[in-house]
């Protein structure tokens, strides 16, 4: 069976063309903060994003013949993790997205392409909405706005099977399954979440989108509430400027005016003191948030894994580890899985070894 991945990120689109299980191409092909720039809502990347892809496939001379697309799913209704059959309910409510973020488009370009293919189905798999969280995380301060999440599900996930896999192998006398293990999973790419995972089940994690938990690359984190209502009363920036500033402008993006942490280490070691302490205080932030998480946890943490593009920076991982090493082993692994994931959903739906559900 062929099976094309695309997996649209803030500021990545990757892709991948799997031959059963077996990848024959993978192609991660970076955006620029002035290559977005020019696209007023993230839905407007649509062709773009599209015609990346068709263009890939044709400079590597993979003919346009898949069994099944499957695409990043997008911010959904919240719902159960799972493999999706793309439907018009999940199209109409992925075009009408109240939170904009690129996974948006996985859905969208997979069905396009599908749709063109004669006996081609499209699928999407555990999107950024998959929500297990305790009632008790949902309470905030306010009856009006509840916690939600919006999250690196399908990578966490993928990562943490891969951890109690490998932790298996290591100590074949005592397996280990991600259904015995309590861990904290950091996924630290153009958004990073930071999530407490009790016994296979993700029971708290930040809202990695909207303004909640560590800053990253392209996001806000946690804002003081009190001066971003000044912000938006000041009549200074429109509400689509002031959603960019949680979202998209904002980070090292903000500070920094690049998303690229390997160019923003670059800056560090050639003296640039202010890159230094922006770059820093997003550790620090993600090191609190791994703190907050083992308490969810009650202290018995098997593992934290760190996870994501931005773990392949040893700057980064050894400073964490530094701060977080003394509530349970460090575990670094650099990247994702996100692409294997999602072909692994779409092969097992095709042969009816998964469930495929139905959204409404
Ligand atoms: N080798 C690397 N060293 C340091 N940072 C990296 C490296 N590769 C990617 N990154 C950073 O990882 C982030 C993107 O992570 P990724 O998980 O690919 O995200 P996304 O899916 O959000 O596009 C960017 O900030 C990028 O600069
Ligand atoms: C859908 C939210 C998860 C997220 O932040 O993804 P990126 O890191 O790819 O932007």
Redesign the pocket.
Same mark, same amino acid.
């Given at each position: 069976m062929k099976i094309l991945v695309i997996?649209p990120?803030?500021?990545?689109t990757?892709m991948a063309v799997f031959e059963d299980e077996k990848p024959v191409f993978v192609k991660?092909l970076?955006h620029s903060v002035d290559e977005l720039v020019h696209y007023p809502r993230v839905i407007d990347q649509f062709e773009f994003r599209k015609n990346l892809v068709l263009a890939e496939l044709e400079h590597e001379g993979i003919p346009f013949a898949f069994d099944a697309i499957i695409g990043r799913g997008g911010l959904l209704k919240p719902i159960p993790g799972g493999v999706y059959e793309v439907n018009d309910a999940m199209i109409n409510d992925c075009m009408h997205a109240m939170r904009t973020h690129a996974c948006n488009l996985g859905c969208l370009i997979a069905s396009e392409l599908a749709h063109a293919l004669p006996a081609c189905r499209a699928f999407i798999a555990d999107p950024g909405v998959v929500d297990e969280l305790d009632e008790v995380a949902r309470v905030t301060g306010s009856p009006l706005m509840p916690r939600i999440t919006i999250w690196h599900a399908l990578n966490q996930r993928a990562i943490a099977r891969r951890y109690a896999a490998e932790r298996t192998a290591e100590q074949p006398d005592r397996p280990v399954r991600y259904e015995d293990l309590n861990l904290i999973v950091c996924?630290?790419? @153009? /958004?990073i979440s930071v999530a407490a995972h009790r016994k296979g089940r993700c029971v708290d994690v930040n809202n990695a989108l909207d303004g909640e938990g560590p800053f990253s690359?392209e996001r806000a984190g946690t804002l003081p509430a009190g001066d971003l209502i000044d912000l938006c009363f000041s009549g200074k920036l429109s509400q689509s400027e002031l959603k960019k500033r949680i979202s998209g402008r904002a980070g090292?993006a903000a500070h920094l005016g690049t998303?690229?942490?390997?160019?923003v280490?670059k800056r560090i070691e050639e003296g640039d003191e202010h890159a230094r302490l922006v770059l820093d205080a997003m550790i620090y932030q993600i090191a609190k948030s791994v703190g907050a998480a083992a308490v969810v946890l009650y202290g018995k943490v098997d593992a934290i894994l760190l996870t @994501? /593009?931005?773990a392949?920076?040893d700057y980064?991982t050894s400073r964490l580890k530094e701060r977080v090493s003394f509530l349970a082993p460090v575990r670094v692994y650099?990247?994702?899985d996100e692409l294997e994931a999602l072909a692994l959903n779409a092969l097992g739906a095709l042969r009816g070894e998964l469930e495929v559900q139905v959204y409404q």
């Open positions: 997996n990120g803030s500021t990545s990757k991660t970076r996924h630290l790419g @153009g /958004g690359p090292l998303t690229d942490v390997q160019a280490v @994501g /593009g931005i392949h920076s980064i650099p990247g994702e």
